[in-house]
C-alpha cells in the first residue's frame, strides 16, 4: 500500500516534468493513467489490509513521496525514469506474477490480478520514454548520461533486492506477500534476460559503452 501510493507520487512528479520539457501528449497521458492505476492499487491494497487483519499504516514521511531534482529536468526525467519505471516497474511484472501464482485469498487475488495486468503497461512506458529522450535533441547526452549512471542505479536496486529471509510467517502466503529472497532470484533473472540486452542494446549507439560493466 506504501509502494503503491508512493508509486503514483513520484509518477505525478515525473509527468510534471515531461509537460515541462515539451513530451508528447501521449507519453504524459500515459503518465497520468499509472499514476490514476498507483491510486488503485493503494486503494486495492489498503482493502486487502484490512481483510487480513493488518493495523493502521503510519502516515507516510512527505520527503518518500518526494523526487529530489538536482539536475537539469532532462537529466532529472532520465534519471528517476530509468529508476522507476527501466529497473523498478520492469522488475515489478514477474514479481507481481510471482506473488500472484501462490496467492488464495480471493481479495488478494483480485488486487494482484489488477497489478498484473497494468504493470507490463508501466513498464512499456518507461521504455518507450526512455527511446524518446535518446532520440530526442537531447539524446546524445542523454546517452552519455546512461552509460554514466547505469552501474550505480544497478547496483542500487540488487542492493535493495537482497538478502533476507527465504521463508515467510504462516498465512502470509496466501495473502500474496513473498518470501525476501525471491525478490532476489526475481531480479537476477530480468538483469539476464531484460535489462542487459536492452540497455546494452540501446547504449551501443556509444560505441564504447556497449557492454555493461558488472
Ligand atoms: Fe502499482
Ligand atoms: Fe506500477
Redesign the pocket.
Known sequence: MVA?YT?AAHTHTLVGWLIEIGASPDLVREGLRIVD??LV?AELSAEVLALAGGGPVPPLPRAALRLPRAEPTEAAVLHWNVEIFCLGETV?VPLFRKMLAGTTQPQARRLLRR?VA??AR?RDFGWTLLDSLLAGPWGEEARLRLGVGLPAALARIREAYSGGASTLPEGAREWGLLAPAAYGEVLRQVERTWWRPRFAARLAADGARATLPG
Do not use: L, M, T, V
Request: aromatic residues 0%; without cysteine; hydrophobic residues 20%.
Open positions: 503503491e508509486s492505476d498507483e492499487h515489478a497489478i497494468d504493470e508501466h
